[in-house]
Structures are given as structure tokens and as C-alpha cells.
């Protein structure tokens, strides 16, 4: 009887360990859930701000710029007659990088021509996406939020978190793979 006793308080233990771990796991995913909607409510917001502030600044300038859905800002300033960059080329550019207040980041005349290949990464996905919108030869200036660019932490080197970038870039050649 005493065995039984035991082997039902144990049973009984298990059990309420059981729903109270149920329970918690509930709870800790309706926690997670509203942390995730705040976190696209500051994604959101950080976005609208970017756009704001890029906005200005092509006011600001002068410049005469279009806008994709994705929030890249871009001017092509010599279309060219060529071909259209397509996925899996590759591309070799000349480029300047500069912050919005003029710091010069990176620059093909420092750091040589950038290759690579389109579609496969390892470029801001914002240059990518201008990229396919040119030819050989063209030239163009894309101003880039920080979801297109570097995002959140720079890039440890020359671009600061949260950079807005403005390219500019020449295609200088367009090899297929």
C-alpha cells in the first residue's frame, strides 16, 4: 500500500510538472510573439525614418531620384544601349561609397574595381538590386538604407551602424559566367 502511496504521489508530481512546464511554454511563447510584433513595429519604424531622412537629403541636394518597393533609392545617369545585367554574371564596377554627411568610405581608386557575381551574394543586396537595373557602360548613384546596405552593425571597418550609403558606380564589364 505504501509502495502504491509513493508510486501515485510521484505520478501526481509528474503530471502538475508536466502542465506547469505546458503552461510556461505558453506563456513564453505568447511573450515571444508580442516581442516579435514589436519587433517588426521597430523595424517598421527605423525603415519610415531611413526613407525620411534619405528623402530629405536627395531634397536637400537636388537630385532627381526614383524609388524601388524595397526602398532603394536610385538615378541612372547614362542608361547606355547595351545588354541588361542579368543573375549570374559578373560584374566589375568602378565605385565610390560615401556616407550622407561626405565621408568617402570606400573607393575603387583605393581599394580596385569591385567583381562580382550577381545574385550570389557577398555585396549589399541593395547594390545587387541596382545592379540588374543597368547596362555596360552605364553609370548611376544609388543611395541605400541600412536594410540594403550594412544593416544594424557597419561593417567593422569604415561604415559606422545604421549607415545610409550613397554609391557611385560605373559598369565597366559584364562577363557571363
Known amino acids: 500500500m505504501r509502495v ?13 510538472c508536466s502542465c506547469s512546464d505546458s503552461q510556461n511554454r505558453q506563456q513564453s511563447q505568447r511573450s515571444s510573439q508580442i516581442s516579435r510584433d ?4 521597430i523595424n ?5 525614418f531611413d526613407q525620411r531622412i534619405i528623402s530629405q537629403y536627395v531634397d536637400s541636394t537636388g537630385l532627381e531620384m526614383d524609388r524601388t518597393e524595397t526602398g532603394l533609392w536610385y538615378k541612372i545617369d547614362s542608361p547606355e544601349d547595351g545588354v541588361e545585367i542579368k543573375t549570374g554574371q559578373i560584374v566589375t ?8 554627411d561626405g565621408t568617402l568610405c570606400y ?20 547594390l545587387e538590386e541596382g545592379i ?11 543611395i541605400m538604407p541600412p536594410h540594403l546596405a550594412h544593416g544594424l552593425i557597419g561593417d567593422d571597418d569604415r561604415i559606422p551602424y545604421r549607415a545610409i550609403l ?7 564589364d559584364v562577363k557571363d559566367k
Open 4 to 16: 502504491l502511496n509513493i508510486i501515485f504521489l510521484i505520478s501526481l508530481l509528474f503530471i502538475f
Open 38 to 41: 514589436q519587433y517588426i513595429e
Open 44 to 48: 517598421r519604424q527605423l525603415i519610415d
Open 93 to 100: 564596377l568602378d565605385y565610390n561609397v560615401w556616407l550622407l
Open 107 to 126: 573607393s575603387s581608386d583605393e581599394d580596385g574595381h569591385k567583381v562580382f557575381m550577381v545574385g550570389h551574394g557577398g555585396v549589399e543586396s541593395g
Open 132 to 142: 540588374l537595373m543597368l547596362k555596360k557602360g552605364s553609370k548611376a548613384t544609388f
Open 166 to 172: 550613397k554609391y557611385e558606380v560605373e559598369v565597366l
